[in-house]
């Protein structure tokens, strides 16, 4: 598995992107999911995916975290009278913790966040942040997993969104049903099927080719 970048910069980042969310959070009083969101949409978090090294390599967490601000115009103000301490915050964590999951998984934050809210991140903080790394993917795997379960395959909603029934769409796609029911419950992986057969379901729901891929963007 290839990763935006090498792992001797990730110890780094994972402090970085703790003290951006500690400072943020306990030091702006902007709530996590907000600075989540911020994050984001400043493509900062788009940055730091690919290994740009203007943040992986050339910042500081305040930094990293004024420079969210400063894209998307949030004018910050910072409570030292809260901030500056010795501990390490519940938020903290969940940021160190966060940059690691992200280049373990290499799932972009915003689709993260998709399925895990920033706050939900610091409910973990007891017990995980006195567990390893390794728990801590393993229980954010587990919570991804059901919610994909539970949400459905892109191609079920899109189904659905159309009116149609599975051998209505077996029928006017040619795709067979069976292995269209199984493609719906994620029983076979839509991405490994042939161009042609998601080109058919394509035409017939409407859509983009990529809508009915399985795709962590």
């Not at 951006?20 to 730091?48: L, M, T």
Request: with cysteine; charged share 20%.
């Amino acid at each position: 598995m290839t990763h935006a970048y090498d792992k001797f910069f990730l110890p780094d980042m994972m402090k970085k992107m703790g003290f951006a969310f500690d400072f943020a959070v306990n030091g702006c009083k902007v709530p996590p999911d907000s600075f989540y969101g911020f994050f984001v949409a400043s493509k900062i978090a788009g940055a730091i995916e690919i290994g740009s090294p203007a943040f992986v390599c050339a910042c500081s967490g305040t930094e990293l975290a004024l420079s969210v601000f400063e894209r998307v115009g949030f004018p910050v103000q910072i409570d030292s009278s809260s901030f500056f301490s010795f501990d390490r915050s519940p938020e903290y964590w969940a940021g160190w913790i966060l940059a690691y999951y992200q280049w373990e998984t290499k799932l972009s934050f915003s689709k993260i966040r998709d399925y895990v809210p920033f706050s939900q991140i610091v409910g973990m903080y007891n017990p995980l942040h006195e567990a390893p790394q390794e728990k801590f993917l393993d229980v954010m795997n587990k919570i991804i997993q059901e919610k994909k379960l539970h949400k459905g395959t892109n191609l079920h909603r899109l189904r659905k969104d159309a009116g149609l029934t599975q051998k209505e769409l077996s029928e006017l796609s040619g795709v067979n049903l069976r292995t269209l029911q199984q493609y719906e419950i994620g029983a076979k992986d839509i991405n490994r099927a042939s161009g042609s057969a998601i080109n058919s379901l394509a035409q017939v729901l409407r859509c983009n080719f990529y809508d009915i891929m399985e795709l962590d963007l």
